[in-house]
């Protein structure tokens, strides 16, 4: 959150609020003397104006959250999915007390449930948790607040203590992303903990604080900035998904390589083909190319996301791939994945470098050859120029009359571009639709 500087006039008092034996009050700054228990962060400015008296409330907001790698999450004798969560400042509350034994609302991808229900069941089972497991079709199509309200009200017949009682989501982004905004909003914030079981939500969805829904027949139109407690990740799970999902994630990490980590870029390059063969659970060719890939991906990411994770700053290198994929991906929905939306829109952002002069040739074609080689498409039909003008009309709208267009700028490096021209985007266009796709129409 931006750091406030009230305009201080000769009228304005600013005040420190100090609680004393559980009542809050207000005390001018630097005047106060005697006992206090606590002093708060939030701060009160007072001021007198011919109109009548103005209040400014600052008030700092602190979330902390944990993204934790393990082995097992479903083994009954690994604690991490009923306590790992908490963080070492805070008391164990959610330990198991005689009187109160530990209470959990799970929400399941159905098709996650078909492979893993009797191993949730088991352990919840095993470790005496009273449970609720709500199984939902937790697809793209079905990413709407009429989803969100089905979870409210199974959530609100099971009842959880709203500070020590986290929900957990198991399953891909959008269930993810569903359950965060229903947690959201069951009164008004519900802790929630992220399981991703895809290979995209756990390097995307799982480590920021974004939750959203579809809107007006627009991707993620409705949503909020609330992280969640923790997020558990375990690639055990990467086994079960098909080879097309696995290249579905592969394309998130590609877009942080090129974005931020040459030698990440370089190791889906010379490793991709091994990461879609082993599914990411085998590190027997020496450099270890599963955790490697999946910690470097994480690290840029929350990178980014971390000083900025209520989007305060547009300017977002994450957003590389996501200018005219939205629209691209709900225009053919279902026939498109997330992350096959994203790197179509990548690969002709790659054209837009080159023409601008920002790549090379053989980036360009390095680039491209990358992407192939993780079995991600590269062009698509329904991706016109009055897409792409279109998109970009929207993001002007949007992001303060600015197109905040992040362009890779060689191998592993990226800027923000403001004002790419016209002919450049119709010419790259024209490039990229002659030499990956069909001859494009003018």
């Given at each position: 959150?931006?750091k ?15 609680r ?17 228990e ?41 604690s ?15 330990l ?52 969100v ?19 957990i ?26 399981v ?148 179509i ?39 016109t ?34 004002n ?23």
């Amino acid at each position: 959150m931006g750091k406030f500087h009230p305009h201080h006039t000769d009228n304005t008092t600013e005040y420190n609020l100090l609680r004393v034996k559980s009542t809050w009050t207000r005390r001018e700054k630097h005047s106060y003397t005697g006992p206090a228990e606590c002093v708060s962060a939030a701060q009160i400015y007072e001021s007198l104006t011919e109109k009548g008296t103005s209040w400014t409330v600052v008030t700092p907001i602190i979330f902390s959250y944990k993204v934790l790698e393990t082995r097992g999450l479903l083994d009954p004798s690994n604690s991490t999915l009923l306590t790992g969560h908490i963080l070492n400042s805070q008391p164990a509350d959610t330990l198991r007390t005689p009187t109160k034994p530990l209470k959990r609302f799970v929400v399941v991808d159905q098709e996650v449930q078909k492979i893993y229900g009797a191993q949730i069941t088991e352990y919840f089972e095993a470790n005496n948790v009273i449970y609720k497991i709500l199984a939902l079709p937790t697809t793209e199509e079905n990413k709407s607040m009429e989803m969100v309200l089905k979870i409210l009200e199974e959530l609100n017949s099971f009842s959880v203590d709203r500070r020590s009682e986290p929900v957990i989501a198991i399953g891909g982004g959008v269930c993810l992303d569903l359950v965060g905004l229903a947690a959201s909003l069951y009164r008004r914030r519900t802790p929630y903990i992220r399981v991703p079981t895809t290979l995209l939500s756990y390097i995307d969805a799982s480590v920021g604080a974004k939750t959203g829904v579809n809107f007006a027949n627009c991707k993620n139109k409705l949503g909020a900035y609330v992280p969640p407690t923790a997020t558990f990740l375990d690639l055990s799970f990467i086994k079960t998904i098909p080879r097309r999902h696995i290249s579905n994630g592969l394309a998130e990490m590609l877009k942080m390589a090129l974005m931020k980590h040459r030698d990440l870029f370089e190791l889906l390059e010379k490793q991709g083909q091994f990461l879609l063969d082993s599914k990411f659970q085998s590190d027997n060719s020496g450099s270890q190319p599963a955790s490697s890939s999946t910690r470097l991906a994480i690290t840029t990411m929350l990178e980014e996301l971390a000083p900025n994770l209520w989007e305060d700053d547009l300017n977002r290198l994450v957003d590389f791939g996501h200018l005219i994929s939205p629209a691209l991906e709900m225009k053919v929905l279902p026939s498109l994945l997330h992350g096959e939306a994203v790197n179509i829109d990548m690969a002709y952002m790659v054209y837009v470098s080159w023409e601008s002069g920002l790549l090379t040739a053989e980036e360009k074609n390095r680039i491209i050859g990358c992407m192939v080689g993780l079995e991600l498409p590269v062009w698509h039909q329904a991706f016109t120029m009055e897409l792409i003008q279109s998109s970009l009309q929207d993001r002007l709208k949007h992001s303060g009359g600015l197109e905040r267009m992040p362009l890779p700028v060689g191998l592993g490096h990226a800027e923000i571009f403001n004002n790419t021209s016209f002919k450049i985007l119709q010419s790259a266009f024209e490039k990229w639709c002659n030499e990956l796709g069909v001859p494009a129409e003018i």
